[in-house]
T-cell receptor
Framework: EPEVTQTPSHQVTQMGQEVILRCVPISNHLYFYWYRQILGQKVEFLVSFYNNEISEKSEIFDDQFSVERPDGSNFTLKIRSTKLEDSAMYFC????????????FGAGTRLSVL | ELKVEQNPLFLSMQEGKNYTIYCNYS?????LYWYRQDPGKSLESLFV?????AVKQEGRLMASLDTKARLSTLHITAAVHDLSATYFC??????????FGKGTRLHILP
């Protein structure tokens, strides 16, 4: 079964460093999303992306965050200068243009900021 | 602003018992989701409910939606230990943004 692949599975970084989280969507999926989940808390929407543009973003998604699809396959989330409170599980989700109801989630990247 | 409230947030129950998790949401939505999450794992989609009165069942889990009351329920029948997990209700707004509830941590005792 096709799946959304996220790398790395676990990223440890020092505060102030830049990190890039990667997501490979299912091949015919054109809509992309990032969510985060702080340990023990709910899943929070960060950003949606379609046609090389951000469609919507939450208040969490400030200037420290950016997304892009640099090579037509990977979908990345960059955090420019990580803070301790960025430590969380980051989930990528993707969907097709037609199946609006179903987003497929990746296994997540656990980001630990020290 | 779309808000999603789940209750209870924690539920410990005996195997074989029935229970219901409730999900209320604040504004009109055309999609409601139930997800399961095991510790340290990703989100597994259980149900997508699209219309008033929709009812879906999978094994011991049954989800329903009342759009007029802005209420969805996830009913567990004759619980078994394998159903222990965190269950999230989530609602999509018109702009395709999914808002999650805080989750219900379900612990089923043998």
């Amino acid at each position: 079964e096709p799946e959304v692949t996220q790398t790395p599975s676990h990223q440890v970084t020092q505060m102030g460093q830049e990190v890039i989280l990667r997501c490979v969507p299912i091949s015919n999926h054109l809509y992309f999303y990032w969510y985060r989940q702080i340990l023990g808390q709910k899943v929070e929407f960060l950003v949606s992306f379609y046609n090389n543009e951000i469609s919507e973003k939450s208040e969490i998604f400030d200037d420290q965050f950016s997304v892009e699809r640099p090579d037509g396959s990977n979908f990345t989330l960059k955090i420019r200068s990580t803070k301790l409170e960025d430590s969380a599980m980051y989930f990528c989700a993707t969907r097709t243009a037609l199946a609006k109801n179903i987003q497929y989630f990746g296994a997540g990247t656990r980001l630990s900021v020290l | 602003e779309l808000k999603v409230e789940q209750n209870p947030l924690f539920l410990s129950m005996q195997e074989g018992k029935n229970y219901t998790i409730y999900c209320n949401y604040s504004t009109t939505s055309d999609r409601l989701y139930w997800y399961r999450q095991d510790p340290g794992k990703s989100l597994e989609s259980l149900f997508v409910l699209l219309s008033n009165g929709a009812v879906k069942q999978e094994g011991r889990l049954m989800a329903s939606l009342d759009t007029k009351a802005r209420l969805s329920t996830l009913h567990i029948t004759a619980a078994v230990h394998d159903l222990s997990a965190t269950y999230f209700c989530a609602v999509a707004n018109r702009d395709d943004k999914i808002i999650f509830g805080k989750g219900t941590r379900l612990h089923i005792l043998p």
